[in-house]
Nanobody
């Protein structure tokens, strides 16, 4: 099954930091915008951050702006989410999303998601 793979989640105290990573084994997505979403228990999935395909522009939800930073490494074919100043309300499963991908020379605009990585922030 073609999907993204997120990693880096875990348990951290309030005020702490985590860095999430997103990769696409066997694929590349450097030509596509990428986003991070999160879903807390009992709540709907919400947008967290986005980065353009070339890394030239980023966008953040108001709730994380100034604390989270999204970046990408086109050589390593990775997207990151650096999370600082974590709060208990940041507790959620975090998902990576891309608007397309390439398998070798074949590219498609089919959206990809991962299984998510769990972030738990204790007070």
């Amino acid at each position: 099954q073609v999907q993204l793979v997120e990693s880096g989640g875990g348990l951290v105290q309030a005020g702490g930091s985590l860095r999430l990573s997103c990769k696409a084994p066997g694929l590349t997505f450097n030509s596509y915008d990428a986003k991070w979403f999160r879903q807390a228990p009992g709540k709907e999935r919400e947008f967290v951050a986005a980065i353009r395909w070339n890394g030239g522009r980023t966008h953040y939800a108001d709730s994380v702006r100034g604390r989270f930073t999204v970046a990408r490494d086109s050589i390593q074919n990775l997207v990151y989410l650096q999370m600082n100043g974590l709060k208990p309300e940041d507790t959620a499963r975090y998902y990576c999303n891309t608007e397309g991908y390439c398998a070798g020379a074949a590219c498609t605009n089919v959206e990809l998601w991962g299984q998510g990585t769990l972030v738990t922030v204790s007070s």
